[in-house]
């Protein structure tokens, strides 16, 4: 039987939402916050979600982590607040998982639907279920990076978090009411780990087409020559080493690029750069302001993303909207969004040869580069925060019409399992 739709309340909607990251106040990239990854993808894509959903009279409480500098509490919009919480250690994600386990079960008794958002994290999602089943409130999840099929592992740490996490992984999205993915193809994945398709729902990020609008100043004037962009952390999985070695045999003569991003691989990096003679042609910008992408966007000649592991990096559907070219590397999720010669250019995740040969195909070609970001624009045409906004309120409304239902002794299709 189809579920039905979540009737009609006298009070809005009210969201409790657990996410490990969100998008702290421009103030916090300037001090010691900027060591505690405050700027990405998951980070910009739970801040966004957070002020569209507002824009539809939906009572949001957002719980995450809180990097020095942040306030513990925030109003975004006229409904929404972001309550943060952690020790100021950049370990163990400040403490989150312990703490969050005191505050959910409190926020979640005014709540009518808990909604979580997971990625290299391992408590958010058992923390999310136990404070949803403490008050009999429907659970919806967010899967930006599957621990058990989008990351990999590259050493000892990464290899025991990918163990644990698996595990907790399936449990929690089995358990859930409603299971939201990036890509189809995770959707598929989770759907083979036991997880009924009914309950699964394909929601790509959005962007805001207003935000590149218009000329924008070159915000890096002193870097001369074709401008190669990268926007991202700074860590393993990113593979920004690729690109490194990349720029090493590129053929275009002048190339250079811009590293717009910080994380715990730069000081690596920076004696990665020392050693390949990079020096005068890679420039390490660190965080910036998210308002500043456009800026970078529309003064950059070629977009990478050359991730080792990777679902869907927000910044290529930003990269579309502004119309920059785009080479990533043919991994997870991004084959999904990124078609290679229809709308950018695919190479080997890890080959910096391959890497190497598509950037000058693109520098080279100035016909293949208009024709791939005519049609990238296309691809993301019409998607907004909002359109976003309103398929995540769909899975809302199924979630909370298949608890009612199950409530009330009705057969569903499928019933959320315990955690």
């Known amino acids: 039987m189809s579920v039905t739709r979540v009737r009609e309340s006298s009070h809005p909607l009210r969201v409790l939402r657990l996410t490990s990251v969100f998008m702290p106040p421009a103030g916090v990239l300037e001090g010691r916050g900027r060591r505690f990854d405050p700027v990405g993808g998951m980070q910009n894509h739970t801040a966004e979600l957070t002020k569209a ?30 309550v943060r919480i952690g020790a100021p250690i950049r370990r163990l994600r400040q403490l989150y998982g312990a703490l969050a386990a005191l505050h959910a079960p409190g926020l979640a008794a005014g709540s009518d639907l808990v909604h979580c958002h997971i990625g290299e994290d391992l408590a958010t999602l058992p923390v999310a279920a136990t404070a949803a089943r403490m008050h009999g409130l429907p659970l919806v999840v967010t899967v930006h990076c599957s621990l058990r099929h989008t990351f990999a592992a590259s050493d000892a740490r990464t290899t025991a978090l990918k163990l644990l996490g698996s595990p907790i992984e399936v449990r929690g999205v089995r358990a859930a009411d409603g299971v939201i993915t990036l890509t189809e193809r995770l959707a598929r994945s989770l759907q ?4 009924e398709r009914d309950r699964i729902r394909v929601i790509r990020p959005g962007v805001d087409p207003e935000l590149f609008d218009g000329h924008f100043d070159d915000p890096f004037p002193d870097i001369r020559g074709p401008r190669i962009v990268f926007v991202g ?35 690596h990096l920076e004696r990665m750069i020392d050693r390949l003679g990079l020096g005068g042609r890679v420039h390490l910008q660190g965080f910036l302001p998210h308002e500043w992408v456009p800026a970078v966007l529309s003064h950059a000649d070629v977009l990478v993303l050359p991730s080792v592991c990777e679902e869907l990096g927000s910044v290529l559907i930003e990269a579309m909207q502004a119309g920059v070219p785009i080479v990533a590397s043919n991994t997870g999720g991004i084959p999904t969004l990124v078609a290679d010669g229809h709308n950018g250019l695919l190479f080997p995740p890890g080959d910096p040869r391959a890497l190497a040969a598509c950037i000058d195909r693109l520098l080279g070609d100035e016909s293949l580069t208009r024709r791939l970001a005519a049609s990238a624009r296309r691809t993301v045409a019409g998607r907004s925060w909002d359109v976003m906004a309103s398929e995540v309120l769909e899975v809302y409304q199924d979630a909370l019409g298949r608890r009612a239902a199950f409530a009330r002794g009705e057969r569903v299709q499928s019933v959320p399992a315990t955690l």
Request: no cysteine; charged share 30%.
């Open 192 to 195: 083979a780990d036991g997880v």
């Open 233 to 267: 952390r700074l860590a393993k999985e990113k593979g920004v080493g690729t690109l490194l070695e990349a720029l090493r045999h590129v053929r275009v003569p002048g190339a250079q690029v811009a590293l717009v991003g910080d994380g715990p691989e730069r000081g």
């Open 53 to 82: 959903l507002d824009r539809r009279n939906i009572a949001q409480t957002v719980l995450t982590t809180r990097p020095p500098g942040a306030p513990g509490r925030e109003l975004v919009g006229a409904r929404a607040e972001v």
